[in-house]
């Protein structure tokens, strides 16, 4: 059975793009042998979990694969495994999916997925098929830049080997029983080999979603706001391709195509909008949607990554990437002068470019030495296309007609660079101390908007991190640590409205700080993790009634407690658990209350999951549940807590692993936590709360086989 190894990463300011060549090594239960295992964390360079101080959580692949199994997306699977991760929202966003009160950084292979116009589309970008393993650095960092005040998930993509062809074949089947649409197919497949120099692997893998009902058996409202996956299709495909140029050079490049949209015609109809008093009550969801514009991630990227094992006496890392990024939405509805409701939606487009470069040198025995530099070029801009009100009224919004487009927000182009370095110093044996800074310096070029002239404004900002690692030579270590991060401000939503000029109003990182204790323990048949944190900033985003953001000076912080502990028993049997408990709060006239539910950063919910999984040599089974405890502000808004059970199950055969899955096993109504924070955003001004309060899944199946060979 495969574990959830709580290991670690040192809080390197400097932004380290991950390279992919080291693997980790398999885990086992001697205690030596856990301490000394080799992983690549972010870090870039291979590095002993006993050398590591800070909270990483590993999720393998055939983990992440048994949780897909069970019915779930990426994002709901990582909420499942990683304390301090919130659990997913089920959409197509992850918007409020936090980690510890505060924003997490996703990235593919060190690449980021974070824009500085966030969309919350990052768990929208891989199959898991393609993924070999999740690492999770819990808490603020600047690692790889900006966006991780919360933490950091890196993905990393699975990779060719060497020998004759090898294949592997996935396909599942996933329903509710609730109609003949309730039904989500997938179908993958992959080719890897090659010679002892050159090898690679190229995945596919499709999906194709039906129709989703919540527990009541009713059909689950579209997510119009941020758009979901009912309906929708998407197509993975990525290859890698591994080059030993010598026996001290490494060069891999990868390549990726990702498309996932809305691909059925189901959508909602409003049947009073040509109404005397129009309005979008007694909405209801028909067939016959059509839409110019529709629901749509397009996302193709590559990259490219060097390492040189004796450049100078140093190891020596650089990384070229390309993304490209097309993200699109549903028709929304707005209220039109004159009264009555027009719709119209949002198509925002992301390139980035960039290199990264990293030395690594050991000075001595004792200390080493890491320091580099990053680039990187974004540019965006958006449209908005409207639609013909004519034809979505005589509809009731059925049919969405392009009327005209239109700039979304102003454009705008960020140049960064970022110098960083970071020391590491074993003081004896059992003692290790590090520390380092990161200085980041952002231009920003900001086209003209709607009448408001555009400019150009420039901000840096300057991060620190220190840390001290205590081994105690019996399995228990302990760290202590200070670490700073930064949050990307959004220049088109800061930008492009009235008596909001780039000279009079220059943007700033939004700095967060953050202080950790933490303890591990690896030996026997134990794993166990536990870390306390304190993290505080000063300066906060808001959204007005436009969704529009702001800048302001507000004191925000959040602390709590994150812990993980499992116990395998013989050698069949395994017991776990993990615990989030954390306390969200804003300063409101010289008194700290808890943080709006709809307040940047968006507070937390406190989690509990546990598990109990038997394994032998050719079956699995595993019973997990979670919980979410119910959040209430100061104001007394609240997001409803709920308790989940999965049951999942596999069985080796001559002809390939059959898996089933049965997800919501108690079949619970609730709403998702985004469901609930939507309302705050959008309810009553875009109307009734039932239009956002998008609904979690009712008990499902999933029917899954797999080969290789």
Do not use: C
């Amino acid at each position: 059975m495969t574990r959830l190894a709580p290991l670690s990463v040192a809080f390197l300011s400097g932004a380290f793009p991950l390279m992919t060549f080291a693997q980790a090594q398999p885990t086992t239960g001697d205690e030596a042998a856990a301490q000394d295992t080799m992983v690549v964390v972010g870090s870039r360079t291979p590095t002993q979990i006993s050398q590591i101080p800070g909270a990483v959580h590993v999720v393998e692949g055939a983990e992440l694969t048994q949780q897909i199994n069970a019915g779930g997306d990426l994002k709901t699977a990582l909420g499942r495994l990683v304390p301090g991760l919130d659990f997913g929202p089920q959409g197509r966003t992850n918007a409020g999916q936090n980690m510890r009160g505060r924003s997490v950084q996703v990235l593919i292979d060190g690449v980021s997925l974070n824009n500085s116009r966030g969309l919350s589309r990052q768990f929208d970008a891989i199959d898991p098929f393609n993924i070999e393993r999740v690492e999770v650095l819990s808490g603020t960092t600047s690692l790889y830049g900006g966006g991780a005040t919360g933490g950091l998930i890196n993905i990393i993509t699975r990779q060719g080997e060497s020998g004759r062809p090898h294949f592997e074949t996935q396909a599942s089947l996933t329903t509710g029983f609730n109609t003949d649409h309730d039904l989500d197919r997938r179908l993958s497949q992959s080719a890897s080999g090659g010679s002892d120099t050159v090898y690679g692997r190229i995945g596919v893998s499709l999906n194709e979603n039906g129709r989703q009902y919540d527990a009541g058996g009713d059909e689950i409202f579209p997510d119009i706001a941020q758009s979901d996956l009912q309906g929708n299709r998407s197509l993975d495909v990525l290859g890698n391709l591994s080059v030993e140029l010598d026996a001290n050079q490494t060069l891999q490049l990868t390549g990726q195509l990702y498309d996932s949209g809305k691909a059925n015609e189901r959508g909602v109809f409003y049947p009073n909008l040509a109404a005397p008093a129009p309005n979008l009550n007694d909405a209801d969801i028909r067939d016959g949607f059509t839409a110019d514009r529709e629901p749509r991630t397009d996302r193709k990227m590559i990259s490219a990554s060097y390492h040189h094992a004796d450049l100078l006496n140093q190891d020596f890392y650089l990384q070229a990437f390309h993304r490209e990024e097309e993200s699109s939405f549903h028709p929304f509805p707005y209220r039109a002068q004159g009264g009555g409701y027009y719709f119209a939606a949002s198509q925002q487009n992301t390139t980035l470019s960039g290199l990264k470069g990293l030395f690594s040198a050991d000075l001595t025995d004792s200390f080493n030495l890491s320091y580099g530099a990053d680039i990187d070029r974004e540019s965006f801009d958006a449209s908005q296309m409207r639609f013909d009100r004519a034809a979505s009224d005589a509809t009731g919004g059925l049919v969405q007609r392009r009327d005209s487009v239109t700039p979304r927000y102003p454009s705008f182009e960020v140049d960064t660079l970022a110098l960083f370095t970071q020391g590491e110093w074993w003081a004896t044996d059992q003692l290790q101390l590090s520390g380092g800074v990161r200085h980041q310096r952002m231009d920003v070029d900001i086209d003209d908007f709607n009448g408001v002239p555009g400019g150009s404004s420039d901000y840096d900002v300057t991060l620190f991190n220190s840390s001290a690692l205590y081994d105690f030579d019996n399995g228990h270590q302990s760290w202590l640590g200070y670490s700073e991060g930064f949050e990307l401000p959004d220049p088109s939503k800061y930008y492009g409205r009235a008596g909001q000029t780039v000279a009079d109003n220059p943007l700033d990182g939004i700095k967060t700080r953050q202080v950790e204790l933490g303890w591990r323990y690896q030996g026997g048949d134990w794993l166990a993790q536990a870390a306390v944190y304190y993290a505080w900033s000063d300066t906060a985003i808001e959204l007005d009634e436009d969704l529009n953001i702001a800048q302001v000076d507000d004191d925000r912080r959040d602390y709590g407690l994150e812990a993980s502990l499992t116990r395998y028993i013989g050698n069949h049997w395994e017991v776990g658990t993990t615990l989030h408990a954390l306390v969200s709060e804003q300063k409101v006239d010289g008194d700290w209350q808890d943080r709006g539910i709809t307040v940047s950063p968006y507070p937390s919910q406190d989690s509990l999951t546990a598990h109990v999984g038997w394994q032998d040599q050719t079956r699995t089974v595993r019973l997990q549940g979670s919980h979410a405890r119910e959040y209430e502000d100061a104001a007394g808004e609240r997001i409803d807590g709920f308790t989940t059970f999965d049951l999942i199950g596999s069985q080796k055969t001559d002809f390939g692993t059959l898996s089933l899955g049965v997800s919501n096993l108690t079949d619970k109504q609730y709403s998702t936590p985004w469901g609930q924070r939507a309302v705050g955003f959008y309810s009553p001004t875009y109307g009734p709360e039932y239009l956002y309060d998008y609904q979690a899944r009712g008990r499902t199946f999933t029917l899954g086989w797999s080969l290789e060979y």
